[in-house]
């Protein structure tokens, strides 16, 4: 390497020293965005959330999976 511990790939951001996979800001504000619109529909509709705005927030979810692993485990629930 060329002394870079810090990178941008396939929208995660890598740190090598650490060992880890991590969101960027802008990428945890677009999920956020995305659960409080979820959440502020089902609270506005007596709990039905359309079929479209939830198949989008779960495949949201599951595109931050490799960072958040736990994610995937509740999203998965939410298919059930």
């Given amino acids: ?44 509709h007596r709990r039905w959330v359309g079929g479209r705005r939830f198949r989008r927030f779960c495949g949201l979810a599951m595109s931050t999976a490799l960072s958040v692993p736990m994610d995937s485990f509740h999203v998965r629930r939410l298919y059930q």
């Fill in 1 to 44: 390497m060329d002394g870079k511990r810090q990178f941008v790939a396939i929208g995660y951001l890598v740190d090598t020293s650490a060992r880890r996979l991590l969101l960027p800001a802008t990428r945890q504000a677009k999920e956020m965005r995305a659960a409080v619109a979820l959440l502020a529909d089902w609270a506005s």
